[in-house]
């Protein structure tokens, strides 16, 4: 009986630890898409319809000199995105 108290004891204090500390490592995750073009296909939309629902996501289109901008016109660097 005095290991069951011990135990439900320590996982009280576990599951304290886990609800404070696991906000301040949260992040925020940033998708880029790299596409050749605005028209993605059917696999590329349904991957980036899925990102979008999850995730802060961008599509990226290359352009000719090597860079690459959002569909908006914006020129980004890859740095910016934890996952491309």
Do not use: H, R
Not at 18 to 25: D, E, R
Not at 53 to 61: G, H, V
């Amino acid at each position: 009986m005095k290991q069951s108290v011990t135990f439900q004891c320590l996982y009280l204090i576990l599951l304290f630890l886990m609800v404070a500390i696991l906000p301040a490592y949260s992040i925020d995750v940033t998708v880029g898409l790299l596409a050749g073009s605005n028209n993605l296909g059917e696999v590329e939309e349904a991957a980036y319809n899925w990102a979008e629902d999850n995730y802060q996501s961008t599509i990226l289109i290359a352009n000719d000199n090597g860079t690459f901008k959002t569909d908006g016109g914006t020129t980004k660097k890859l740095d910016d995105y934890a996952v491309l």
